[in-house]
DNA sequence: GTTGCATGCAGTGCATGCAGAGCTCTACGC
DNA sequence: GCGTAGAGCTCTGCATGCACTGCATGCAAC
């Protein structure tokens, strides 16, 4: 199935910036550019405009460029849903459907973060970073809410593709990612909910551009 | 754009039940019943794909049709998404970003609401119940989560089709609504949060099947 | 009687042709 | 020199043709 194909490998062009925010994309480029003819190329695009990832705008589509606004109440959603993985995970672990093992990668996860971010690695970090929350709710194990979160995480991930900041945060990231795990792995649902929410909401706090970051 | 009117339509259907959950849709079919070519079928297919309301089943596509398992993992992610824009409403409210009027309309809402189900209309009253979240979801000012609700009520509205119960609980689903508008009304996130969690999880709880209702 | 294979059919997946809409560039007029 | 109008072109939207896959049905052999 081409279209299938085809809007995995457009999506991952988009993510990794080869079409960035803003850019338009046509059919015919596409088309040429992945190799297909333009019907498998339509049907990606309006997938991918299902997932938040296109928007048209007049003739034709382009990448969704989310201003800081919009990308606020990205997180806002992004914070409630992480809040309830969480908490549904911390569920599972008090009644004891969470592997030992499936915790300790989660562990795991959260070190392999935290020393690639330390060491400039930020490409990497990003994709661990995304991996670990990732990780969460699929231990939460509600495929409807693992769904959302991914789509809001290819938003997120392509309206930030420019800013890969050195974070001065590391360790305060860290330190917030541990308290989740704790809160999870001591079965404690209210406890995992609050610091999923607040990490989140940190987190966009501390992104956020500081009033003169950039204009456009 | 043919395209998009396919899509509405054919969302309408199958939310009307003409398109009962499980039912094969081919796109000669939906083709010549809509009057239109196979091209902006196969994309309308995509994009309700993408929102959840058709998935593939080996050859072609499917209705979705959620379990009770499925379903109870909706509920749960849209008790997260409710408490999240009562929360957000009320802060507007407190913030006095809501005009009389919009709480008025909403007040209205809750009442043609109860009185639709009271007077046994239950094909209006879901309706309007639908319209009574979504408002407030409207005064959360949040698109992301108003797009989020709005995919998970057309999920569950698909899979609830059956099922248009002659509700005992008439008086609690409206007293439990007067409390989300009280607490919104009064500027309080918490209580509204609360309030939505409680009222979705409820309902949820309330039309589960009492174990022997139906299997297949 | 059951199982395995072959054949036919239906329906999807992809490509391409054609028409229409919008944007741009140029030329002409003020 | 600037603004506006017109023409041309590019790109999208839709339709249709063709090939291929997956399934069902029937027949034959064990």
Same mark, same amino acid.
């Given at each position: 199935? %081409?279209?299938? $194909? ?7 062009? &988009?993510?990794? !910036? ?7 994309? !046509?059919?015919?480029? +596409? ?5 297909? $003819? ?11 405009? /299902? ?6 705008? !007049?003739? !034709?589509?382009?990448?969704?460029? #989310?201003?800081?606004?919009?990308? $606020?109440?990205?997180?806002? +959603?992004?914070?409630?849903?992480? *809040?309830?993985? *969480? ?5 599972? %672990? ?6 030992? @093992? ?33 990780? &969460? ?18 938003? &997120?991930?392509?309206?930030? #593709?420019? $800013?890969?900041?050195?974070? @001065? ?13 704790? @809160?999870?792995? @001591?079965?404690?649902?209210? /406890? *995992?909910?609050? /610091? ?14 500081? *009033? ?5």
């Amino acid at each position: 199935m %081409q279209t299938e $194909s085809t809007r995995l490998r457009l999506r991952e062009l &988009i993510l990794d !910036g080869h079409y960035p925010p803003g850019a338009r994309v !046509g059919e015919v480029e +596409v088309a040429e550019a992945l190799g297909v $003819s333009r019907t498998p190329v339509r049907e990606a695009f309006r997938a991918l405009a /299902a997932d938040g990832l296109l928007a048209g705008a !007049g003739r !034709g589509l382009r990448v969704v460029r #989310l201003d800081d606004e919009e990308l $606020s109440q990205v997180y806002r +959603v992004r914070a409630a849903l992480e *809040a309830l993985t *969480a908490e549904l995970a911390a569920e599972r %672990q008090r009644a004891g459907r969470l592997a030992p @093992a499936e915790l300790a990668e989660l562990a795991a996860l959260a070190d392999r973060t935290h020393r690639a971010t330390a060491d400039g690695r930020l490409t990497e970090a990003v994709r661990l970073n995304r991996g670990f929350h990732r990780r &969460i709710a699929e231990l939460a194990a509600n495929p409807v809410a693992l769904h959302a979160l991914d789509r809001l995480w290819d938003q &997120i991930q392509v309206s930030t #593709l420019r $800013s890969l900041h050195a974070p @001065a945060r590391t360790d305060v990231v860290d330190a917030q990612h541990r308290d989740l795990l704790d @809160a999870i792995t @001591a079965g404690d649902p209210a /406890a *995992a909910a609050a /610091a999923a929410r607040r990490h989140v909401l940190d987190t966009r706090a501390a992104d956020r551009p500081t *009033a003169d970051d950039d204009k456009e």
